[in-house]
């Protein structure tokens, strides 16, 4: 991994560590289709509908 690749993984693991701190839920990283790449998919629970 160059230091580009790198940097990006550090911004990545820190942000899903920050919105697992604010109570989220990380669901999956790196999810990719045909589209494109989401880095991060989460869940607020706070959010949940009943």
Not at 5 to 23: F, K, M, S
Request: glycine share 10%.
């Amino acid at each position: 991994m160059n230091a580009r690749g790198a940097l990006g993984r550090y911004g990545e693991d820190l942000a899903a560590r920050l919105l697992a701190d604010a109570g989220m839920t990380v669901l999956d990283r790196n999810w990719r289709c045909r589209t494109g790449e989401i880095d991060i998919v989460a869940r607020d629970e706070q959010d949940e509908l009943h």
